[in-house]
Structure formats: C-alpha cells, structure tokens
C-alpha cells in the first residue's frame, strides 16, 4: 500500500520553488509594506507540474454566494484547498491597499478569490516568503473543525428563505421562493428533516395547501 504524502514533504517541495522573479503583481498595502503577489495562472501552472490532483473551493453562505458579508458591508473569501489528502482552509478580505471595500463588486470579489488561492498555496509552502512581514501573513489553519450538520446547513438556508416568504405578497410569489429553497437543497445535495414547511407557512399567511 502506497503511503501517504506528508504536509511535511508537501511544504519542502513547494517550498523549494523559487518563485520571486515570477512575483509580476503588487500591492501596497501602506508606506512601508508592499505585497508582490505571483499571478494564479503561473501558481496553478507550478502546481500542475507538482501535484496536479489538488483540489480548491469556495464555501459559501446560506444564500449560496461565494463570498461572506459582514453587517458593515464588507466581506471576505473563503478558500478550501486540498493536497494530498491534506486541506487548509484560508480566509482573504476583499479589500484594497489593505482596507476593506464596502460592498464589493463582482471584479473585486474576484480579485480576492484568486488572491485567496494563492495565499492558500502559500499555507502549503509554495510561494510563502511572498506573505512574510504583511499585514495579514498566512495563519496556517489545518481542518480540524467538523463541518456543518445537515440539519444546520437546512436551517440556516431555511432562515434566509423564511425572510423572503414573510414579504410574499401572494401564493405564487410564495411557492417561487419555497422552489428557490428546494432547489438550493437538492443542488447541495442537503435533505429537509421537516417536510411539512410549505403547509405551515400556508397556514400561517391563510393560502390554501396544494399537493
């Protein structure tokens, strides 16, 4: 049986890539700190060549968008990233010159996105000497928090969906939403332990129930 590549042999080979002249892309973050980033393309190319099996995402919130807000409007990305087995889980605000953007669009959500590979990449070695001395180094996070229950991922899409019901202003507008709710379940791959919402919110707002 083939054993198992270690986090440490994964960090002494990328971390063995010299990547500071592949560094095309900066950033200052204020007067004495400036980030050179290396383009994700050139690190996904150097991780093709090295362990081309890994694999990244992005976790999203309860309303299924790749990016997580905050009530003062500003938001950050997310980025799940395995190697061999081995998965980090890295946080990136969208922000600029180290500043948070209120409300970002979808170019800057981007930026962040593939900001947030990189650095992720950086977590497992390749490129890491690019984060040293920033304001935001890579805090290295080893998945070991177990990930939502089914029934907890249910609830938190159920609570956005029952905000959106409340305001429904008819039975059609209501049986849209509670779709929208099903389908983001089905697509999730989640199961409704409760089956009889729809009837209950039928009853609540006095439409009639149809099967």
């Not at 973050?29 to 093709?48: C, F, G, Q, R």
């Not at 081309?52 to 990016?67: A, H, I, L, T, V």
Request: a neutral charge; proline letters at 5%; one cysteine or more.
């Amino acid at each position: 049986m083939e054993k198992k590549i270690t986090r440490s042999r994964i960090w002494k080979q990328l971390a063995s890539i010299s990547v500071e002249e592949l560094c095309t892309e900066q950033e200052a973050l204020d007067e004495k700190t400036t980030i050179k980033y290396l383009p994700w393309m050139k690190a996904h190319e150097l991780m093709m060549e090295n362990f081309p099996e890994y694999r990244w995402e992005f976790s999203e919130d309860p309303q299924g968008r790749e990016c997580h807000y905050f009530n003062d409007g500003s938001a950050e990305v997310r980025c799940r990233m395995t190697v061999e087995g081995h998965t980090n889980i890295t946080y990136l605000p969208v922000h600029r010159q180290g500043k948070a953007i209120l409300n970002p669009n979808a170019m800057q959500i981007n930026s962040a996105k593939q900001r947030a590979r990189v650095k992720a990449l950086g977590e497992f070695g390749l490129g890491y000497t690019m984060w040293l001395g920033a304001a935001d180094p890579p805090s290295f996070r080893a998945e070991t928090v177990a990930e939502p229950s089914n029934d907890d991922q249910v609830e938190a899409i159920w609570l956005s969906a029952l905000a959106e019901l409340k305001e429904a202003k008819n039975q059609d507008a209501g049986k849209r939403i509670f779709r929208r709710f099903t389908q983001g379940l089905e697509n999730r791959g989640l199961t409704d332990p409760t089956p009889k919402r729809w009837a209950s919110i039928c009853k609540e707002k006095g439409w009639r129930v149809v099967k």
